[in-house]
């Protein structure tokens, strides 16, 4: 990461913008992508541990169990986060620990564990939700509503063309 003379930081995708040339629209489309999701991203990050001491990952955790209330698996967990089960394993240990979750066996399959909400996880997970809403807002003040909409149906489009370009790969 760099700063321009005036010492305010500078992303690669800003710094491009200078030299378009050098960069092809879909590059610079991705590096654009890329970087307005990693601002948000570290605010997001920033403001859940002083307001909250909570990782993002726990948050996402808590934010997939707190649509169901039959809790999930943790292969399902691991596959709505996009990350490996082992990865999910030491978050859900914490959660746990905390009191925010539970783990029961599935009478079903002994082998297999069912992840809940207690209803203190429940409480918690609410008000940071709250929050976090507020925040997004906040940072996507200066779009007007016409300009989220377009947005929206833009990116989406272009998610299709990214799943698309995929399975012709496959």
Do not use: C
Not at 133 to 147: K, N, P, Q, R, V
């Amino acid at each position: 990461m760099a700063s321009d003379a005036s010492g305010v930081w500078i992303d690669a995708e800003t710094k491009i913008v200078d030299a378009p040339a050098d960069h092809h629209d879909p590059l610079r489309l991705w590096l654009r992508l890329f970087s307005a999701s990693r601002i948000v991203e570290a605010e997001v990050r920033r403001r859940l541990t002083r307001e909250f001491d909570i990782t993002l990952p726990r948050f996402d955790l808590l934010s997939q169990l707190y649509r169901v209330d039959d809790g999930l698996v943790l292969g399902e967990i691991s596959k709505r986060l996009m990350v490996s089960a082992g990865n999910i394993t030491a978050i859900v240990d914490r959660l746990s620990t905390e009191g925010y979750i539970t783990r029961t066996a599935d009478p079903k399959d002994r082998r297999v564990q069912i992840i809940r909400m207690t209803a203190e996880g429940r409480a918690y997970f609410a008000r940071m939700a709250a929050a976090h809403e507020a925040w997004i807002g906040e940072m996507f003040a200066g779009l007007s509503a016409e300009d989220t909409r377009a947005l929206l149906g833009l990116l989406g489009k272009a998610k299709v063309s990214a799943r698309k370009a995929l399975q012709e790969e496959e």
